[in-house]
């Protein structure tokens, strides 16, 4: 059951026209009056013929006109409208316990508390079968004005409650973090004109897309406007920005001008102090396409900046950093993936960004790491080869099972459940990633006798989960892959117990194809030679012997320097 509490409006008589009239988009039947504050002798158009609205919104207005008659300043923001609907999955509900249901709501808003006689004056209106109008005038019988203060969540709460106790499909308890719902006045206009989304939700997505491009907060307003978006910023004296708000081309109001959201309003991680915290958090020191030598890729960066992440959410304060970061990797990635990858991943980060905000703060220098992954992704010019795409799409869905995890300790239920809906969607990504590299490696499978041998490394490397495994259809490619290793001088026996260690497979639907992503992108390095790494810690310890001869003045002679080269040679 949700309960939409709207802007305070100012015209009773017109809201009272909208209930019983026809209706715009829904057809209204048999609107009438379900409950209210005196329902004996108030006059109900729907029931009584002789009855009028404006008879109605008199009776309802009699305390705001007595207080205007005595106060200077008059009242006009005194019309309180929350309709209330049920899911369409629930059951029919009576007028009479339409009723109980809104004397229970006005109750929790603060409209009408228990055992108060000098409350609002209120009514509720049913025109449909699934839902209802609560009207109620802000000006109580006394004069005073009511206490709504946190009336939404405390409306939340109630329906919640309501939804047990009539047994009606039970939403999960908001926590104040979520964006705020389309209204239905958005949601007609966005049809009227021929949008997909309405123009919050519009916003919102290119608000999300800019961050990973960005490295300030005046880079950000640049980005926006540069990619159509209309902005207003607020500066102080200094010409400091001290806020923005952001506006669809063409959502005009009726006097032709431009309609522009906040952006705390569009989303409250999405306000300008948030979003400087966090660029502030992970600008670089140089651009990421003037770096020069780097031993991988950014995306094989960005895979080895998930791998840590399990191990960083001890502390509240850096797990929140890190899963909204994961947010602006998972949108980078979508931004620069292949074609038949991008539609996936993209739905993936939408349902993804209402995991990203919770009511813990976060430290945001602590996700350092993935916010640079995520802008030297969208900064490459070159996307990636196709087993380090399948090995950064593997990890992200291993970092989102981990942040549901988290949410779900912490009982934040809405960022669960929508972790739990992008994990559905990076899965399939992740399916298609991997599907060519499967192709390739199948096709040239290791000699019998090596996979045999091979199979015994994973029985002695993985014993929980050696069947499952080797049962896997995607083990011939796995056995591939351990043979290309073993061929570059990799041992595959412990390239497994690393794998193994970074990912845990009792959770995996498919162990072999999470092996093959995590064994490629470890394998990628050259083996470790255990002569070289000998002969680096013997050349280290001399030269530290060197240090601390001359240290101590004892620099060493010309004859013992050539009589310690003619040992090293006869070694």
């Not at 509720?124 to 109580?140: K, M, N, P, Q, Y």
């Amino acid at each position: 059951m949700i309960a939409a509490i709207k802007p305070a409006g100012s015209n009773t008589r017109g809201l009272l026209a909208y209930l019983y009239g026809p209706g715009d988009h829904d057809e209204h039947l048999d609107p009438h009056i379900v409950a209210g504050f005196a329902m004996l002798g108030m006059p109900d158009p729907g029931r009584d013929e002789n009855a009028t609205l404006t008879e109605l919104a008199r009776y309802l207005d009699e305390p705001v006109r007595l207080r205007n008659g005595e106060f200077g300043k008059p009242v006009t923001d005194r019309v309180w409208h929350c309709p209330v609907r049920a899911a369409p999955e629930d059951r029919y509900l009576s007028d009479t316990e339409w009723g109980e249901i809104a004397q229970r709501i006005v109750q929790a808003a603060g409209i009408a508390p228990a055992g108060d006689d000098l409350a609002c004056r209120w009514i509720a209106v049913r025109h449909a079968d699934d839902h209802i109008h609560i009207l109620a005038t802000t000006v109580r019988e006394d004069g005073r004005r009511p206490k709504l203060h946190g009336s939404g969540l405390r409306v939340g709460d109630g329906c919640r409650e309501i939804e047990m106790d009539y047994g009606l499909r039970q939403l999960k308890k908001g926590d104040g973090t979520g964006s705020r719902r389309p209204t239905q006045a958005e949601m007609h206009k966005a049809e009227r004109l021929g949008w997909v989304q309405p123009s919050p939700a519009w916003l919102q997505d290119r608000i999300r897309a800019s961050i990973p491009h960005v490295t300030s907060a005046e880079e950000f307003i640049a980005y926006l406007q540069a990619g159509g978006v209309e902005v207003q910023v607020r500066r102080g004296p200094s010409g400091d920005l001290l806020g923005y708000a952001a506006g669809r081309p063409g959502d005009l109001n009726e006097a032709g001008e431009q309609i522009y959201h906040p952006g705390s309003k569009i989303s409250p991680d999405l306000s300008l102090p948030k979003i400087k915290a966090r660029l502030e958090s992970s600008r670089p020191e140089e651009h990421p396409t003037a770096r020069r030598n780097r031993p991988s890729t950014p995306w094989h960066q960005a895979t080895d900046a998930l791998d840590t992440l399990h191990t960083d959410l001890a502390d509240d304060s850096h797990a929140q950093a890190h899963i909204t970061a994961l947010g602006e990797l998972l949108e980078a990635t979508a931004q620069k993936a292949p074609a038949p990858l991008r539609a996936e991943l993209q739905v993936a980060s939408k349902a993804f960004a209402r995991a990203q905000r919770s009511q813990i703060r976060a430290e945001d220098r602590a996700a350092h790491a993935l916010r640079s992954a995520a802008r030297d992704i969208v900064h490459t010019a070159t996307g990636p080869d196709g087993s380090a795409l399948a090995a950064l799409v593997a990890a992200l869905v291993w970092a989102t099972i981990v942040a549901r995890r988290w949410h779900e300790a912490k009982n934040h239920a809405h960022q669960a459940d929508a972790a739990r809906q992008a994990i559905q969607h990076l899965q399939t990504a992740a399916d298609h990633a991997l599907a060519p590299t499967l192709t390739e490696l199948t096709a040239r499978p290791p000699r019998d006798q090596a996979r045999r041998v091979l199979a015994s490394d994973v029985r002695a490397a993985v014993p929980d989960h050696a069947e499952r495994i080797l049962a896997d259809p995607a083990w011939p490619a796995l056995a591939t892959v351990l043979a290309d290793a073993e061929a570059h001088g990799h041992q595959p026996h412990q390239l497994l117990r690393e794998a193994t260690a970074q990912r845990e497979l009792t959770t995996a639907r498919q162990p072999a194809r999470v092996l093959i992503t995590r064994i490629q992108h470890t394998g990628r390095n050259p083996a470790p030679n255990r002569h070289a790494e000998a002969a680096r810690r013997r050349s280290t310890l001399a030269a530290s012997v060197r240090v601390r001869q001359t240290h101590d003045g004892q620099l060493p002679s010309a004859a013992t320097t050539s009589t310690e080269q003619q040992r090293r040679q006869r070694r």
